[in-house]
């Protein structure tokens, strides 16, 4: 699916169910510039991510249930490290993207994701 940062489009591949997000972006060894994977969670919660078996370094946003992203986090290939939305806000969503990536593109907490799928 198609969502937006900013001016900046993303073609991201959805995982929402258990095993889709159990998977992630493991065993990936290339990933196009503008490409991530969106992880669409059941109930907005405090979400932890890591990187097992994932080669690509990654940057994942952590975005609440409107849209808004509460913190990013920088991630390292083969690592076990937990990586986790801010604990006092509750989130629906994370995108994961090229390490960097966000930075980049000067996108940072309390801005806006749209086209995020609705919530089930």
Known sequence: MQLSAGMHLIQAEVAATQAQREQGLMYREKMPANAGMLFVFSNPSTQCMWMKNT???LSVAFIDADG???NIEDMQPHTLDSHCSTKTVPVRYALEMHLGWFSQRHI???????????AR
């Not at 940072?108 to 609705?118: F, Q, W």
């Open 55 to 57: 080669p690509l370094p």
């Open 68 to 70: 808004k992203i509460v």
């Open 108 to 118: 940072k907490p309390g801005m806006a994701i749209g086209n995020l799928p609705a």
